[in-house]
T-cell receptor, first 109, second 112 residues
Framework: GENVEQHPSTLSVQEGDSAVIKCTYS??????FPWYKQELGKRPQLIID?????GEKKDQRIAVTLNKTAKHFSLHITETQPEDSAVYFC????????FGAGTRLTVKP | EAGVAQSPRYKIIEKRQSVAFWCNPI?????LYWYQQILGQGPKLLIQ????????DSQLPKDRFSAERLKGVDSTLKIQPAKLEDSAVYLC??????????FGPGTRLTVL
């Protein structure tokens, strides 16, 4: 099955800085890549997704890029705010949806 | 639109006991997932259904875990007998054929 690796496992930034989280996937046929934000004690929430026929997608302060040749995709958060602090998960899907191990993002005021 | 419903929200059992979780997906969602999330880890796919059929159960410990999805709607996940390492949050999720998944609130299982 699909294997998704996520880096870094922890990330600390100053408020207003940018944050980048990277993921790689093993199955070149995967065609859908969602990203989730999980706050402490809550369920993962879908924040943005990208399909394999698109190279980049942006939604306000968050963007996702996809490099199919290298089999990696990234989440970019600009102008970070303390409320962005959470654990972020990437996922990859062809038939079934598998998740990365997560990145704990801390935004320091 | 109502979200994914799960019950119970919390369950504490002794090892070797059995337990069952219930999930009702978002109306119209053909795909239903059960994930196990151990503290500090990413969700691990246990089983994925599309309508009544199983799409992927390669990571389901079939000697102790079972799941069914009756009539392509509700689903139950059962553990029998439970082990200490089964302590986790069990997340049910659903989606249309593509997109998502969208998660329910989860069931926190503690095995003593």
């Amino acid at each position: 099955g699909e294997n998704v690796e996520q880096h870094p496992s922890t990330l600390s930034v100053q408020e207003g800085d940018s944050a980048v989280i990277k993921c790689t996937y093993s199955d070149s046929a995967s065609n859908y890549f969602p990203w989730y934000k999980q706050e402490l004690g809550k369920r993962p929430q879908l924040i943005i997704d990208i399909r394999s026929n698109v190279g980049e997608k942006k939604d306000q302060r968050i963007a996702v890029t996809l490099n199919k040749t290298a089999k990696h995709f990234s989440l970019h958060i600009t102008e970070t705010q303390p409320e962005d602090s959470a654990v972020y998960f990437c996922a990859a899907s062809l038939v079934s949806t598998r998740f990365g191990a997560g990145t704990r993002l801390t935004v320091k005021p | 639109e109502a979200g994914v419903a799960q019950s119970p929200r919390y369950k504490i059992i002794e090892k070797r006991q059995s337990v069952a979780f219930w999930c009702n997906p978002i109306s119209g969602h053909a795909t239903l997932y059960w994930y196990q999330q151990i503290l500090g880890q990413g969700p691990k796919l246990l089983i994925q259904f599309q309508n009544n059929g199983v799409v992927d159960d390669s990571q389901l410990p079939k000697d102790r875990f079972s799941a069914e999805r009756l009539k392509g709607v509700d689903s139950t996940l059962k553990i029998q007998p439970a082990k200490l390492e089964d302590s986790a949050v069990y997340l049910c999720a659903s989606s249309l054929i593509t997109g998502g998944p969208f998660f329910g609130p989860g069931t926190r299982l503690t095995v003593l």
